[in-house]
């Protein structure tokens, strides 16, 4: 079983990694049992898939839990969903030793992670990832956060959890769609600074995306070690090292806040769809060699994925799109760093970007279609 350890201290944790897992969850959390309920958290989509095979894995270990179910979809991520929840774990009677479980995707990994940061002024949570882009992204790390109608990620914290558990197996429910979602994530790792490993994932995405149960723990590992690593570095993003792994994330975030933050663009999809205008300015500006952006592109059309944004849907302007990223959380003295790139595998951080460039850029994208 891969377990990679998440070095930070007296915060640090493990992620174990292990296709049936979730059928063993409770053995993983008897060490964590207080005499309690657990409180397991998560949406209606995982309720149908994957609660009853979790919930009787507990009862085998003899452990009693609790559940709330709550909506599915990005729109959870809410002051709304956030006080309904906040409400009903202290009419449960959490403690502050208690360990609340995310048992879901990004969403309520998210939003668990922040009510157990908020809740008696902190309490323990575990992280349970079932979508492949929680499984290599945002289950590890200690982001937490909700969205507001201002932007993506405004309110939230950095609370890191005790345990992560990493099913691949539970992706056989996984709609096409959110499993492609998910993979940008992925790729996102070999474009930060692993051209290696964006070669593997040109050979095997495919398969990966077909189900393809090797592959996908080796990108699952792979992505997790890689995050492991620059989230040891960097905690709270405060270096710039943490940073790296915002690649597509200033673009991405504009478009998924012109949808409305909706199901009309996911977060992988507007991350993909990011990552190639990162390079895509990148190239433009003369950061980047030509070529580099296409390579990107033609992966994702070989993966059925999108790349640009007319493909969402979006035909909003430069100036529209700018506008949404003055929101950003990474704004700075007025100023927006964004993520660019000198190559495949070489990416940078550069804070000296003119917001009127980028949009200029983004007329031109917008109207080559």
Not at 79 to 95: F, T
Not at 204 to 229: C, F, M, T, V, Y
Not at 263 to 278: C, P, S, T
Request: charged share 20%; net charge negative.
């Amino acid at each position: 079983m891969p377990v990679i350890d998440v070095a930070l201290g007296e915060r640090s944790y493990r992620v174990e990694i292990e296709a049936g897992l979730l059928e063993q969850a409770g053995q993983r959390l008897a060490r964590f049992d207080r005499g309690r309920p657990f409180a397991v958290i998560t949406d209606a989509n995982v309720a149908a898939t994957q609660l009853s095979t979790f919930m009787a894995g507990m009862e085998k270990a003899g452990l009693r839990a609790e559940t709330i179910v709550l909506p599915a979809g990005e729109g959870t991520k809410s002051w709304q969903h956030l006080a309904e929840l906040v409400d009903r774990l202290l009419a449960m009677g959490v403690e502050r030793k208690d360990h609340l479980i995310a048992l879901g995707g990004g969403v309520i990994g998210d939003l668990v992670g922040f009510a157990a940061s908020i809740i008696k002024r902190g309490c323990n949570f575990i992280q349970i990832p079932t979508t492949l882009l929680s499984q290599v992204d945002s289950s590890v790390g200690g982001k937490t956060a909700i969205n507001t109608p201002a932007g993506k990620n405004l309110v939230g914290s950095f609370h890191q959890p005790s345990l992560v558990l990493i099913d691949p197996r539970v992706l056989t429910t996984l709609p096409p769609r959110e499993l492609r979602a998910g993979y940008a994530e992925v790729i996102k790792y070999g474009l930060i600074d692993d051209a290696a490993f964006f070669s593997w994932c040109e050979e095997n995405g495919p398969a990966l995306l077909a189900g393809d149960e090797a592959a996908q723990i080796h990108a699952i590992r792979h992505s997790i070690a890689a995050k492991a690593r620059i989230v040891a570095a960097d905690e709270r993003e405060t270096s710039g090292v943490r940073a790296l792994l915002n690649l597509g994330h200033t673009f991405g975030h504009a478009l998924e806040a012109e949808t409305g933050f909706s199901d009309r663009l996911l977060h992988g999809e507007a991350v993909a769809i990011g990552m190639v205008l990162a390079y895509r300015f990148s190239e433009e500006q003369g950061l980047c060699p030509p070529g580099a952006a296409r390579r990107i592109i033609a992966h994702l059309d070989a993966c059925g994925m999108k790349s640009h944004p007319m493909q969402a849907g979006i035909t909003a302007g430069g100036a529209r799109l700018v506008e949404h990223m003055l929101h950003d959380k990474k704004m700075e003295a007025g100023r927006l760093p964004f993520l660019l790139a000198r190559g495949i595998g070489e990416t940078f951080l550069a804070t000296g970007v003119d917001i009127n460039a980028v949009g200029a850029f983004l007329d031109r994208v917008m109207a080559q279609g």
